[in-house]
């Protein structure tokens, strides 16, 4: 593991020591279940192997701890579907932050799979939060001297 994807998910697990937020490895009994936020304590699975999927489900849960009360397990309210999803956008804007695509394009990154590696995050998670920025940015962003698009597929280009 890079010392850079390291320092990128220590950084994440310091600011939730900062913010009073315990993380524990647990055992869950779902396979299905990767992290669990309550009373200001993340649970994360033992069965996550790589910091990068251990640094997206930290950021979703601390988006909990952020934008979430009460029990919010049951997704068949609707209620409790928007708590999850507004902690999800908490964690996409937190870990894939505009100006962090526009860093993976000058560094040579040219697919979904190179710009996970470059952020140090899933694959599945990226795709998600381009998912979001694609309906949060219809017709595109404009950063410096780059304009991302999102629609129909990610595209950066530089602007002169």
């Given at each position: 593991m890079g010392n850079e994807q390291l320092n990128t998910y220590?950084?994440?697990?310091?600011?939730?020591c900062e913010d009073g937020i315990d993380i524990i490895e647990y055992e869950f009994e779902s396979?299905?279940?990767?992290?669990?936020?309550?009373?200001?304590?993340?649970g994360l699975s033992k069965q996550l192997k790589t910091y990068a999927e251990?640094?997206?489900?930290?950021?979703?849960?601390m988006g909990h701890h952020y934008t979430s009360s009460g029990n919010i397990i049951d997704q068949k309210e609707i209620s409790n579907r928007k708590q999850e999803h507004r902690a999800r956008v908490w964690a996409y804007r937190k870990l894939i932050e505009?100006?962090?695509?526009?860093?993976?394009?000058e560094h040579g990154c040219r697919n979904r799979y190179e710009i996970?590696?470059?952020l140090n995050v899933t694959e599945d998670f990226l795709e998600d939060s381009l998912n979001y920025f694609k309906t949060r940015y219809p017709n595109g962003y404009r950063i410096e001297n780059y304009y991302i698009q999102f629609y129909p597929n990610l595209q950066i280009a530089q602007r002169f």
């Open positions: 220590e950084q994440l697990e310091n600011e939730a396979s299905a279940l990767k992290g669990l936020y309550i009373d200001n304590t993340i251990k640094k997206c489900i930290i950021a979703e849960e505009l100006p962090k695509l526009v860093k993976a394009f996970a590696q470059f």
